[in-house]
């Protein structure tokens, strides 16, 4: 249970009180109607992110902070969403190591992917990530 405000607001509107399936519908879920400035944002790219996804045949993207390490996004939105991967319960997954070693290695042009680990927010399937800092 996240003990951040801000990170229990978004996983309770996104996560607790989404009203479709845990790891194979919640992405359904595109404005949770709460009135919030994330709400609106999230309406408007969270189609675009969907899209990516089936084009590629992605399972999940990720929008994280790369001075916090806070996931501020993900399609998905499994448990991981709204954590931090330095610290939070997720740091020490394959995602979290990726994650440090591009914001470490300060590079626009690094990109990293990591073996497959039986991944927890996805109820134990296995899972590799595929990482690369994104401008705005």
Do not use: C
């Not at 189609?47 to 929008?63: A, E, Q």
């Amino acid at each position: 249970m996240p003990t951040d405000p801000v990170r229990r607001y978004l996983q309770y509107h996104y996560i607790a009180a989404n009203p479709y399936a845990y790891a194979s519908k919640k992405q359904d879920l595109t404005d949770a109607d709460d009135g919030s400035a994330y709400s609106r944002v999230h309406k408007i790219y969270h189609r675009l992110f969907g899209k990516m996804v089936n084009i590629f045949g992605y399972v999940d993207v990720f929008l994280i902070d790369v001075e916090t390490l806070d996931i501020v996004y993900s399609y998905q939105k499994t448990a991981e969403f709204a954590t931090n991967l330095g610290n939070g319960p997720y740091a020490d997954t394959n995602l979290g190591q990726m994650v440090r070693a591009l914001r470490k290695a300060g590079d626009r042009d690094d990109f990293k992917v990591t073996d497959f680990e039986f991944y927890r927010p996805n109820l134990g399937q296995p899972m590799a990530f595929i990482g690369s800092p994104v401008d705005w």
